[in-house]
């Protein structure tokens, strides 16, 4: 009882519990981050790939008029 008052009185107060739920959301995040600039890049490249998809199909195709 005296801890559910005391956090009550207290809301901001970390326990042990919070500390490590809060380095582990750390860590999460810092192998989070690399990974989403990974998929940043990988969509740039997928677009990429996707105009030059585009200029060869266009180029295949005047070819098969001329």
Not at 45 to 54: R, W
């Amino acid at each position: 009882m005296a801890k559910i008052i005391a956090r009550m009185l207290n809301p901001y107060k970390y326990t042990k519990t919070d500390a490590i739920g809060h380095n582990i959301n750390d860590r999460l995040s810092q192998v989070n981050c690399p990974r989403s600039t990974v998929n940043c890049q990988l969509s740039q490249v997928n677009c990429q790939l996707s105009t030059v998809n585009s200029l060869v199909a266009t180029a295949s195709q005047q070819q098969s008029i001329v």
